[in-house]
């Protein structure tokens, strides 16, 4: 199965809890993408896409840091 925004929305939710999305959920999330991914390069992939996402739909288009989230993943 290959992820794709729609999954990586899906598993987003799942681990974003009430508020802040902070170190936590972006642990929570790569977790959740790390198990369910074929393989790194797949998750790292669905979360850049998801979070930068993620960001534009809730205004704050900055807030997406490439760097920041593959560190988070790997």
Known sequence: MTLDLADGLRILEATKGEG???HEQHLRFGWGLLDEAQDRAEAEHV???TIRHAAELSGSPD???YT???FWIR
Do not use: W
């Open 63 to 65: 807030k997406y840091h």
């Open 68 to 70: 920041v989230t593959m």
């Open 47 to 49: 979360a850049s896409i």
């Open 20 to 22: 802040h999305f902070g």
